[in-house]
């Protein structure tokens, strides 16, 4: 057990399920440096407990109920950004570690990290660091370089409307359903405008689709 070294880091969890939720409360009472200030079981009660308390981290899954982790780290970026984000999921995917990074996250971890590994990367995010779970790490890496894209000529200009508003979402980490949904469009409607818009981008990988979209947008 480490001991407390100053303010403790104030820390909100949100998570669907009760008993992940009381297990981190459990396993955080052995390290004093660590304050679970509050919980949350939806992405809207995680938005809502953020503003409330402004926790110094907030430790969040990645699929909730009613939303995306994504979605609430957007939110939660804009409306309190002084409290840090961390994913705790059992999603190790590519496209999900990227989707988190490019709303902000601060930390992406997998829920098998052991419990001191788990409290120093709080702490780290807390001190202005990133973490990315090890696990992941080299994965994320090649598919960062493997984003590369062709430089010659504008091809967003290439893209539809309804084409761009497909590849945002995609960028937002938003799955073809979901995508679906908030166009009011059918799941296989949504299928081919991605398919045209890989084609169009000359990529093969969501993920460099939405790193294409996050590189227009920052320009």
Same mark, same amino acid.
């Given at each position: 057990?480490?001991?407390? &070294?100053?303010?403790?880091?104030?820390?909100?969890?949100?998570?669907?399920?009760?008993?992940?939720? @009381? $297990?981190?409360?459990?396993?955080?009472?052995?390290?004093?440096?660590?304050?679970? #200030?509050?919980?949350?079981?939806? @992405?809207?009660?995680? !938005?809502?407990? &953020?503003?409330? !308390?402004?926790?110094?981290?907030?430790?969040?899954?990645?699929?909730?109920?009613? %939303?995306?982790?994504?979605?609430?780290?957007?939110?939660?970026?804009?409306?309190?950004?002084? *409290?840090?984000? #961390?994913?705790?999921?059992?999603?190790?995917?590519?496209? @999900?570690?990227?989707? %988190? !990074?490019?709303?902000?996250?601060? =930390?992406?971890?997998? +829920?098998?990290?052991? $419990?001191? @590994?788990?409290?120093?990367?709080?702490?780290?995010?807390?001190?202005?660091?990133? !973490?990315?779970?090890?696990?992941?790490?080299? %994965?994320?890496?090649? $598919?960062?370089?493997?984003? *590369?894209?062709?430089?010659?000529?504008?091809?967003?200009?290439?893209? *539809?409307?309804?084409?761009?508003? #497909?590849?945002?979402?995609?960028?937002?980490?938003?799955?073809?359903?979901?995508?679906? %949904?908030?166009? =009011?469009? *059918?799941?296989?409607?949504?299928?081919?405008?991605?398919?045209? #818009?890989?084609? +169009?981008?000359?990529?093969?990988?969501?993920?460099?689709?939405?790193?294409?979209?996050?590189?227009?947008?920052?320009?």
């Amino acid at each position: 057990m480490q001991a407390s &070294t100053g303010d403790a880091v104030r820390l909100l969890i949100v998570d669907d399920h009760e008993v992940v939720r @009381a $297990g981190l409360r459990m396993l955080l009472k052995r390290w004093p440096n660590i304050e679970v #200030v509050g919980e949350a079981g939806t @992405a809207e009660e995680g !938005i809502a407990e &953020t503003q409330r !308390i402004a926790p110094d981290v907030v430790l969040m899954d990645m699929r909730l109920p009613d %939303a995306s982790g994504v979605d609430a780290c957007r939110e939660i970026r804009a409306n309190t950004p002084h *409290s840090k984000i #961390v994913f705790l999921t059992a999603f190790a995917d590519e496209d @999900a570690v990227l989707a %988190a !990074i490019f709303a902000g996250a601060d =930390g992406y971890l997998l +829920k098998e990290i052991a $419990g001191e @590994a788990l409290v120093s990367a709080i702490e780290s995010v807390a001190r202005g660091q990133s !973490i990315l779970d090890p696990a992941i790490t080299r %994965a994320v890496l090649d $598919g960062m370089r493997s984003m *590369s894209l062709p430089a010659a000529g504008p091809k967003d200009s290439l893209l *539809s409307p309804q084409e761009q508003h #497909v590849l945002a979402l995609v960028a937002e980490g938003k799955t073809n359903k979901e995508i679906a %949904a908030a166009l =009011g469009l *059918s799941y296989k409607t949504v299928k081919n405008y991605l398919s045209n #818009v890989f084609q +169009k981008l000359q990529v093969s990988h969501r993920s460099q689709a939405a790193a294409f979209f996050v590189s227009r947008v920052r320009r």
